[in-house]
């Protein structure tokens, strides 16, 4: 199984960018997918998760009302839109496919994950 993700850059505070992932080798509607992330110096924390059909969709506190999850199972790829960026929102961002077909939001019960990709937000 291959998740790689992509979109990630620089941006000022305030912008926006639409990270993605592309998955492989899995059958990709089954199963929930999740996005984490990690700053310098701090554990991985969740971000948004998303079920298999995309009916249910939860959020991370710190970026409710401004980040979106989606998928698209017929091109086998999940994106995370993120607007009005926050310095705090500076991260590696994971893309990760959770076990079971609803998401669990726990860093435990992922299979598989991607590389990350770098989110810079400059203030």
């Known amino acids: 199984v291959q998740l790689v993700e992509s979109g990630g850059g620089l941006v000022q505070a305030g912008g926006s960018l639409r990270l993605s992932c592309a998955a492989s080798?899995?059958?990709?509607?089954?199963?929930?997918m999740e996005w984490f992330r990690q700053a310098p110096g701090k554990e991985r924390e969740f971000v948004a998760t998303?079920?298999?059909?995309?009916?249910?969709?939860f959020y991370a506190d710190s970026v409710k009302g401004r980040f979106a999850i989606s998928r698209d199972n017929a091109k086998n790829t999940v994106a995370l839109e993120m607007n009005s960026l926050k310095p705090e929102d500076t991260a590696v961002y994971y893309c990760?496919?959770?076990?079971?077909?609803?998401?669990?939001?726990?860093?435990?019960?992922?299979?598989?994950w991607g590389k990350g990709t770098q989110v810079t937000v400059s203030s």
């Open positions: 080798g899995r059958t990709f509607s089954r199963y929930a």
């Open positions: 998303i079920s298999w059909s995309g009916s249910n969709r």
């Open positions: 990760a496919s959770a076990g079971n077909s609803y998401g669990s939001r726990e860093i435990r019960d992922m299979d598989y």
